[in-house]
């Protein structure tokens, strides 16, 4: 039985009854109480069904290194899987329900699975996925896929929110323990800003509990003054509910900090991801108790010693009346002694060691009446869903049963591990320290920052000293010798607190119990309780030469589940190290890797969701479109109409009347997206012929001429008009996508190559709202606009001009895409609404229509004009595009000249560019390969051509569509066959690529 | 000629932590050159009526003010109407210089986050460091706020004026919104008496 005990519980405020679900059931708890101490108060001691063979299993531990006891939390937006319930604060209202069992809790089935552990050894899937492979598909899978798993995965949106705070610091510390907070006030002192996170929502880690005297103070005490110290002190931060989650390069540090998850019901964000720079890092991230490697150590009710003091001292949770304490070291006693004192049974220790004479800890046992067995340990634990005995068995034999002790409980310990994640992420080394039989930082090689020095400093526990005194006089040298480093001096009043000390007999290493168990024992002495893996398992794969300790735990999934084995590690690669017959330092550890311990993806993601998932650019004109049937495109990161959709019409309806209207009245196009960038300076022409292929240089203001970009492979990259302001001053227009990235093209030829030429460029391309005016009427309605001559002699084709057109101040280039007269015409972007609005009215007679994207495209298919991302995918140069007249044969040089000039850039079997019209009239698939003769080498059919753009033309009423085709130009006529991936083949001959007004006389009016 | 509008219509929050409000329309000229060249800091002072900003700062007096945007960028700032005017001064004034001047008003979107928690609010979005003590009054810091790019500017009453590309107002006033919710708080920063400079 786990009960409730009637006194105690630090942490409790017995005052506030909270009630909670498990699995359906109602149960009480108190404000304070984990959902871990809560469950063991109401004797629910079965938490949950292991991974593999869906053993029973309960709760291990007390902290965040819990393996078992996963729980699905709440429900819908805020169902959460795989959450702790050793880290989970209760709260009224609580549902939490157990993991990975079917039908039920206490009778699964897939506890069979146990039965057939035979069959599931040590790299099963690796061993099945080979063959045969028919069964794999069929059989294993689908078995598996079923019964192995943990938590669901989440069906409904999350209903939080979450967010990220950017902090910046000199010291941050990393735990929260008497370490961390004499490490707080040593560097707080010393005048740095300081940062101190801490997991749990307490302070003082598990100090308290261990008891001990500081200063002549209580534990307790000392921890509150030390609190009200640094709470006085303005430079330092105390983050609690805050765990540092990850170490990473110059001191950038994330803490993960749960806000709501114990008042889900409150305002605000849920989880807030802290993003720290510190001038430097203390990890005083404490230790964690190993388990002891002996068969059944998985029963529920085998706990660490430390967890069962834990629930005893700070929850008023017994684990059971009866509890055997199994140990190899002193510390483990002081569960004992408090099991004793809260008037609990300890039948007895079973002590691994052989002590020549008593120690403080085991003399006080003793005195209490526990019986001490020294040199023994357990053979096995009796009972399958709970604990109802253990056999005993001397540590140095085989396994032979000496007597059976009946109880309800065992706590174990194999030793500490201190916590050296954080220290290793970032690339902290370990030295195995004999003496303590653990692996901790070994600080000649700390991970290091730019300046070559490390940046990490462990404290206390963390940097493997387990003495109280140890522990506070190393965190006061480590934050002093920080505080220094960076440049603070040691406040003159500080000084290390001094502790009590505690006389220990060393501990003794012990990897397996009894040390020469048997294989039937050895197959039920589990290593990774999360993933189940047994000291079987990692031995069979020394034996199948996995001598690495990373292979093997790949091979085995040793530490491989959400835990991250940090409970097994140790344990495992000492097995691992015993099998190879090698010293553990030589095997070494397997890679510490962010994060700690499992962050929730909202807090990664922040408030990268919903509407601020992405940032959406939107046009001046965007509420008009939306207002007005506009269907979007994603154009770069603008939204843009892709057509304006009307009562009644299909969007290809909208597009295709979109067309028609634009060819015979009058279209309005927001081009507001187009980049428009200013080049400005002396040396403005000469730099702009080395961007273009074109010259540049030679236009007059006043005029505009088409320009290509191409990179320095030659490729194609950018297209777009260029108008000449003044004899200094340039506006390059470019395409919407490539607005910010030729920009950057831009200006990192001119500020890291031609850093030396006059030349300013100013990026204006949102100060503007851009308007195509487009069609037969273009010209008529900006005459009825009025203030402006844009007659064909005072504006010809290719012209610009600055004016005012029905009172806005505008500048009109006289530029088309669509081979209509056009006008396209800026104006500043807060005027942009009242612009085409004024548009709209003047072209009411004459039928004007906004119009989208699409037909857009159409436009310029129908006059054969490129489009870039469509003709061009990176690997097309111009001359493949027919548009060797806009690379000039004058320069001596420009961007991509060179590399057009390689051999491959010459092939004369380079696909071209040329016009495809289907013999039926029929449309294209967008992409489809036209194919050649035969198959190649690879046995594929050869293709000789592609479609890059198509549509169906309402102006011709027929498939249009242009293509790249090996010696296409030189083939004018010929059909080429295009299969579709609509089990359709298509056939088109070859044409030019201009299927309307190829003279251009309807732009030119 | 119709009035110029913002963005946002000057949209405004107020149910959160921090003031939030969209404002302007704002005249902004870009300025190019070499900032150290004696007739540029003899301009700033003539047209916009301060001293050339050292680097990272952005001095104001009334409307105008004169921003620190990089080592040959600076950013003018002007009542909108005066735009024309102004830069019809400083084109007159850089005449046989390489220096330039570009009006960008339209380009950008200007928010004001003001209130006692502001500087919390824009540390959730922007990695900058805003301790009262490292990010002072007349401070002016290019940045990334969100996904986005941005300038944050502490002005001498203790709000911060942010300013963004006109397209991603929407995005931007979303995001401020966001991180200005109600129990959002954070209690990192130590409270601050208010300082209202009329010059910074």
């Known amino acids: ?1005 | 000629m119709s009035e110029t509008v913002t963005a946002l219509k000057n949209a405004r929050y107020s149910a959160g932590i921090a003031e939030i409000s969209e404002i302007g329309p704002l005249g902004m000229i870009t300025i190019r050159g070499d900032l150290d060249a004696p007739f540029v800091r003899k301009v700033a002072k003539k047209v916009a009526g301060v001293e050339r900003p050292a680097r990272g700062m952005c001095n104001s007096e009334g409307e105008a003010g004169i921003a620190w945007m990089s080592p040959d960028e600076l950013l003018l700032f002007c009542p909108h109407v005066q735009v024309s005017e102004v830069l019809n001064r400083l084109h007159a004034a850089f005449e046989d210089t390489h220096t330039f001047a570009a009006n960008v008003s339209g380009a950008r979107a200007v928010f004001r986050v003001a209130g006692p928690r502001a500087r919390e609010v824009l540390a959730k979005l922007a990695p900058v460091d805003l301790a009262p003590e490292k990010f002072t009054p007349g401070m002016f810091r290019r940045t990334r706020v969100g996904q986005v790019p941005a300038a944050i500017w502490l002005r001498g009453d203790g709000s911060f004026q942010l300013f963004c590309f006109r397209s991603v107002a929407q995005y931007m006033f979303d995001l401020l919104k966001a991180a200005a919710q109600p129990g959002s708080e954070v209690g990192y920063f130590q409270p601050t008496t208010e300082v209202n400079r009329e010059k910074v």
């Open chain 1, 1 to 1005: 039985m786990s009960t409730r005990l009637a006194t105690g519980g630090r942490l409790l405020n017995k005052s506030a009854p909270l009630s909670f679900s498990f699995n359906g059931k109602q149960m009480r708890g108190y404000e304070g109480d984990t959902l871990a101490s809560a469950l063991l108060a109401n004797d629910q001691v079965l938490v949950g069904r292991s991974f593999k063979y869906h053993r029973p299993r309960g709760i291990v531990t007390s902290g965040p290194e819990e393996p078992n006891a996963l729980m699905n939390l709440g429900q819908e937006g805020r169902f959460e899987p795989n959450a702790r319930a050793t880290t989970t604060e209760l709260f009224d209202g609580l549902e939490a329900a157990s993991q990975n069992h079917w039908p039920s809790l206490e009778f699964d089935v897939g506890a069979i699975n146990k039965h057939l552990s035979r069959f599931l050894p040590a790299g099963f899937y690796y061993k099945m996925f080979m063959h045969p492979r028919p069964l794999w598909k069929h059989v294993y899978e689908p078995i598996i896929r079923h019964s192995a798993g943990l938590g669901k995965a989440p069906k409904a949106a999350d209903a939080d929110n979450y967010e990220h705070f950017y902090a910046f610091c000199d010291v941050l510390i990393v735990g929260g323990g008497v370490a961390g907070l004499q490490a707080a006030l040593a560097a707080g002192q010393s005048g740095a800003r300081v940062i101190v996170l801490e997991q749990s929502p307490h302070w003082g880690g598990r100090a308290p509990v261990d008891g001990g005297r500081i200063d002549g103070a209580s534990v307790e005490d000392w921890i509150a003054q030390t609190l009200a110290q640094l709470r006085g002190m303005e430079n330092v931060t105390l983050r609690e509910r805050t765990m540092g989650a990850g170490v990473y390069d110059h001191g950038y540090v994330l803490g993960y900090e749960r806000l709501r998850d114990h008042t889900p019901d409150a305002p605000g964000p849920r989880h807030c991801l802290w993003r720290i720079r510190a001038g430097h890092v203390i990890t005083a991230t404490g230790a964690i108790e190993r388990p002891l490697s002996f068969a059944g150590n998985d029963v529920p009710g085998v706990m660490l010693a430390s967890a069962v003091r834990d629930y005893v001292t700070n929850y008023a949770v017994s684990p059971g009346d009866r509890t055997v304490l199994v140990t190899n070291n002193d510390n483990a006693y002081l569960t004992a002694i408090a099991l004793k004192h809260a008037g609990l049974d300890v039948p007895a220790i079973l002590d691994a060691r052989v002590l020549p004479q008593d120690s403080q800890l085991v003399a006080q046992a003793k005195a209490l009446g526990i019986r001490v067995l020294m040199g023994q340990g357990v053979s096995s634990v009796q009972g399958s869903k709970r604990v109802t005995g253990v056999a005993v068995c001397s540590q140095a034999g085989e396994g032979a049963v000496l007597e059976e002790i009946a109880c309800d409980a065992v706590a174990m310990s194999g030793g500490w591990s201190p916590v050296v994640h954080l220290w290793s992420h970032c690339g902290g080394k370990l030295t195995w320290d004999k003496a303590r039989a653990c692996f901790r930082p070994d600080q000649d090689h700390p991970p290091t920052g730019a300046d070559g020095l490390g940046f990490v400093t462990p404290a206390g526990a963390a940097a493997g000293m387990f003495a109280l005194d140890d522990v506070l006089h190393d965190a006061h040298a480590a934050a002093e010798g920080v505080a220094t480093t960076l440049g603070f001096k040691p406040a003159r009043e500080a000084r290390s607190p001094v502790a009590e000390r505690r006389e220990e007999a060393p501990m003794s290493p012990v990897w397996q119990m009894p040390q020469g168990a048997s294989v039937k024992l050895r197959e039920k002495t589990f290593l990774d309780y999360q993933n189940d893996v047994k000291v079987s398992d990692v031995r069979l794969a020394a034996q199948e030469g996995f001598v690495s300790v990373e292979h093997a735990k790949r091979y085995t999934t040793l530490g491989m589940a959400t835990d991250q084995g940090k409970l097994s590690n140790i344990n495992g690669l000492a097995t691992l190290a015993g099998a190879l017959d090698a010293e553990i330092p030589s095997v070494g550890t397997t890679t510490f890797r962010p994060p700690y311990h499992p962050i929730s993806m909202g807090a990664i993601a922040g408030d990268a969701r919903g509407d601020t998932f992405q940032p959406i650019r939107r046009t001046p004109l965007c509420e008009w479109h939306e207002a007005n049937g506009a269907v979007w495109e994603p154009v770069g990161q603008w939204r843009r109409p892709y057509a304006y959709v009307q009562s009644g019409e299909s969007t290809h309806d909208a597009v295709m009347r979109e067309v028609t209207n634009t060819r015979q009245n009058l279209g309005l196009l927001d081009a507001s997206t187009l980049g428009k960038l200013i080049v400005r300076g002396p040396d403005a022409g000469r730099f702009l012929d080395m961007l273009y292929t074109n010259m540049m240089s030679t236009l007059k203001p006043g005029k505009c001429r088409y320009g290509l970009m191409c990179n320095e492979n030659g490729f194609l990259i950018d297209d777009g008009v260029v108008a000449r302001l003044d004899e200094q001053t340039f506006l390059c227009h470019t395409t919407t996508g490539g607005a910010d990235s030729i920009h950057a093209h831009m200006e990192e030829w001119l500020q890291t190559e031609w850093w030396d030429w006059k030349v300013h460029m100013v990026n204006a391309t949102e100060h503007y709202a851009q308007v195509a005016v487009v069609g037969p009427n273009a010209r008529k309605c900006l005459e009825k606009l009025g203030g402006m001559d844009l007659s064909r002699e005072a504006l010809g084709f290719m012209e610009w001009t600055d004016g005012e057109l029905g009172g806005f101040k505008v500048r009109v280039f006289r530029i088309s895409f669509s081979g209509e007269l056009s006008y396209e015409i800026a104006v500043e972007a807060g005027q942009g609404q009242a612009f085409w609005d004024a548009l709209l009215v003047a072209g009411h007679s004459l039928g004007v229509m906004p119009y989208g994207t699409e037909c857009l495209h159409i436009l310029r298919a129908e006059k054969g004009f490129i489009m870039i991302g469509d003709e061009t995918d990176g690997t097309v140069i111009p001359q493949d595009l027919g548009l060797n007249w806009a690379i000039s044969k004058k320069k001596d040089d420009y961007l991509g000249k060179r590399a057009q000039q390689r051999s491959h850039m010459q092939d004369p079997n380079r696909w071209k560019l040329v016009g495809l019209e289907t013999t039926d009239g029929s449309t294209l698939p967008d992409g489809a390969y036209a194919l050649g003769r035969g198959e190649n080498e690879n046995g594929q059919k050869v293709v000789e051509g592609r479609v890059t753009s198509t549509y169906h033309s309402p102006t011709l009423d027929r498939g249009i569509a242009m293509g790249l085709v090996l010696n296409g130009p030189d083939r004018m006529g010929e059909v080429l066959t295009f299969p579709g991936t609509d089990g359709k083949t298509y056939e088109a001959m070859i044409v030019d690529p201009v299927f309307y007004d190829p003279k251009g006389e309807k732009q030119n009016v």
